[in-house]
């Protein structure tokens, strides 16, 4: 596991951001979450789920990928 120290009130800024940004375009930025439910609704019944997260990425390119999903499109 790694321990990175960056100014985590700009990180948090810029996903608060993003979330704002998908929620303006109708998007969820928690479906993940809800993906169980969903199947549910339209009729599988049998479902596993768990949570997890992976990211191969360094958090530079993270950083990086939000700032660009943040910048207006052209």
Known sequence: MHCYHYPISGLITA?????WILQQNSDNPYVGRELS???R???????K???SEQCNESL???ILGI???LLPSE
């Not at 996903?15 to 979330?19: N, R, T």
């Open 60 to 62: 530079s390119s993270v």
């Open 15 to 19: 996903i608060a951001y993003l979330k």
């Open 37 to 39: 439910g969903l199947l």
């Open 67 to 69: 700032a660009l999903r």
């Open 41 to 47: 609704q339209a009729g599988f019944t049998n479902i």
């Open 49 to 51: 789920a768990s949570a």
